[in-house]
């Protein structure tokens, strides 16, 4: 049984304007992607990926989009919310050449990847992606462990001009051209991981069709517990929250789904 | 092997005998693709309204010791798009599809039936039982002899699909009402929904864990009351019975079957044992059968009926 347990917030620490971190004092023992889903039984229940966690502390990183973020923007250290986790397929742990390719709100679940890659002895390169500067995250934080980050922003107030599909081609052509494509079948990772919003993921596709690599996706979740089918994915009703979200190369190339459309609270397709 | 788990259900052949309940990996033809692939013979679909229906916040299910209480709300996308996923199943597997219902009165059910008609569906399912939303409708149809009549009257008149009754456990007379449904021409009957409803408490925080109060029960737990309604019922009526109730291990389903069910379904156990766990649960009822020289589906006794 996965049993419920309701912890008092331990902190709290501001991101930006509408991204908040909050810190828990439980041994989670959850692995890079996991996710919890969180409530205050004031009505909504929400998926949260853990963005780190260590032997004693957990913490998510939270964006105010609606209603119940809202209501959790308002907690404070002290308050009281339940949890029930941590849930799903964990990132592979490569050795190695690494990338990392995040865009936005999905960044944070890379701080607690690399910190992992990184005590495996990967070489880790992280390309921090967002629209601009004021929604930028982690980029301090990131620079602490050790890793090779290149920040970018779309409209170039932080760090280099152009989206993270743009930098990774930029990369990866830069390479290609430096005649490395024989070196180890053209590969200049050894593993690629991506996190971020589903059309820059499919975006990222292509360019990395000679690469292994896994995706982290996101659809609407309600048990959790692989029962009410809300977050299957086309055509292979693979469960988001059990088999998922992490999804390998081999899965993420079958979904037909992908780029296309997910399924609301209500189980209607709504078109990407 | 698997050819001894063969079975007839209202004149369909049906491969194997457990049968994925509405409410469960329905969401969408994928979920029910796996669930077939995994080893359901007849796949259900969620319980489909005439528009799209957001369901209870969350949480909408909750675990404890010997079972799940859950009041998702039956959220759906509507008739309409259900169907096209029902359509869209059915392009890529022969396994039977049942379009469960949902409606509060005869003439949405009776709109729905002529959506159903329309599909690629094999059964029609009325859900006159869902214990989950009493705030907003009240009493479950299931509840009253005369309603289940007076729907299942009305929808025979026009469906093309053999009917199912969806039936509730939570009455006082499961015998009273199942004949009802029969009288009124119900073709089968699918029992039990979940049991209760029933709550629980957060008791740090001083809530209930659902944001709905209450919900149903289903799991382990309520296996030995749908296994008395089912021997009630098959006692005393003609049509055939999909069994269900915390059917999570081979001899539940045999147990199932010999209360009377012809098939059996298997929904909460998907958590306790993965999606796999219909092929687990087929290979034991063989095994089952082997150890006691049963050939086929058929030959496994059922209980005396009552008198």
């Known amino acids: 049984m996965n049993k419920r347990i309701t912890l008092k917030i331990a902190g709290i620490e501001r991101e930006t304007n509408d991204i908040k971190t909050y810190s828990f004092k439980h041994s989670l023992n959850a692995q890079p992607a996991q996710f919890i889903m969180l409530t205050d039984f004031e009505g909504g229940e929400k998926p949260f990926s853990i963005s780190d966690c260590t032997e004693d502390v957990f913490s998510i990183t939270v964006k105010r989009i609606g209603e119940f973020t809202t209501r959790l923007f308002q907690k404070r250290v002290g308050d009281y919310v339940s949890i029930r986790g941590a849930f799903g397929s964990s990132f592979f742990v490569s050795q190695g050449k690494v990338l990392l390719i995040g865009g936005g709100y999905a960044v944070p679940t890379f701080y607690f990847l690399s910190k992992v890659l990184k005590e495996n002895g990967a070489e880790v390169t992280l390309i921090n992606g967002a629209r601009t500067k004021d929604e930028h995250l982690f980029s301090e934080k990131l620079s602490k462990l050790g890793i090779k980050v290149i920040n970018t922003t779309d409209d170039g107030t932080f760090g280099e001009k152009g989206t993270s599909v743009d930098i990774t081609k930029r990369m990866l052509n830069h390479h290609s051209q430096a005649g490395a494509w024989e070196r180890e079948n053209g590969k200049m990772f050894d593993f690629v991981y991506v996190s971020g919003p589903e059309m820059m993921m499919k975006a990222l596709q292509p360019l990395l069709k000679d690469h292994d690599y896994e995706f982290l996706f996101e659809r609407y979740m309600k048990c959790a517990i692989g029962i009410c089918g809300n977050c299957t994915m086309d055509p292979l009703g693979i469960r988001l929250c059990v088999e998922g979200p992490v999804l390998p190369k081999k899965l993420v190339e079958q979904l037909t789904e992908f780029g296309q459309y997910h399924r609301d609270a209500t189980g209607k397709r709504i078109k990407y | ?307």
Do not use: W
């Open chain 2, 1 to 307: 092997m698997r050819k001894r788990l063969k079975t007839k259900f209202l004149g369909i052949e049906v491969n194997l005998p457990l049968v994925l309940p509405a409410g469960i990996m329905d969401m969408s033809f994928s979920g029910l693709d796996i669930s077939a692939k995994n080893g359901a013979g007849i796949v259900t679909s969620k319980s489909l309204t005439l528009e799209p229906r957001l369901g209870h916040k969350g949480p909408v299910v909750a675990e404890f010791e010997s079972g799940l209480l859950n009041a998702v709300g039956l959220c759906n996308p509507g008739i309409v798009d259900g169907l096209t996923e029902i359509n869209q199943f059915k392009e890529r597997s022969d396994t039977p599809v049942i379009v469960s219902v949902f409606a509060t009165n005869t003439d949405d059910f009776s709109k729905l039936t002529n959506h159903v008609n329309k599909s690629r569906g094999d059964f029609l399912e009325l859900n006159l039982s869902c214990p989950n939303v009493f705030d907003e409708f009240g009493i479950p149809l299931a509840a009253s002899k005369d309603e289940v009549f007076k729907i299942v009257k009305a929808v025979k008149e026009i469906s093309r699909l053999p009917i199912i009754a969806k039936l509730s456990p939570n009455v006082y007379d499961i015998v009273e009402i199942a004949l009802a449904a029969e009288k009124a021409g119900a073709d089968a009957l699918c029992m039990i929904n979940t049991v209760g409803p029933g709550m629980l408490i957060n008791t740090k925080m001083v809530k209930p864990v659902l944001f709905n109060k209450f919900g149903g029960l289903s799991g382990p737990c309520i296996k030995p009351i749908a296994l008395k309604l089912i021997y009630q019922t098959y006692s005393a009526l003609n049509i055939p019975i999909i069994g269900m109730g915390g059917v999570t291990i081979g001899e539940d389903a045999i147990e199932m079957i010999m209360a009377g069910a012809t098939l059996v379904g298997v929904g909460t156990a998907v958590y306790y044992r993965g999606i796999e766990v219909f092929d687990k649960i087929n290979r034991e009822i063989i095994e089952f059968m082997d150890e006691n020289n049963y050939d086929n589906l058929e030959d496994i006794p059922k209980l005396e009926k009552l008198k």
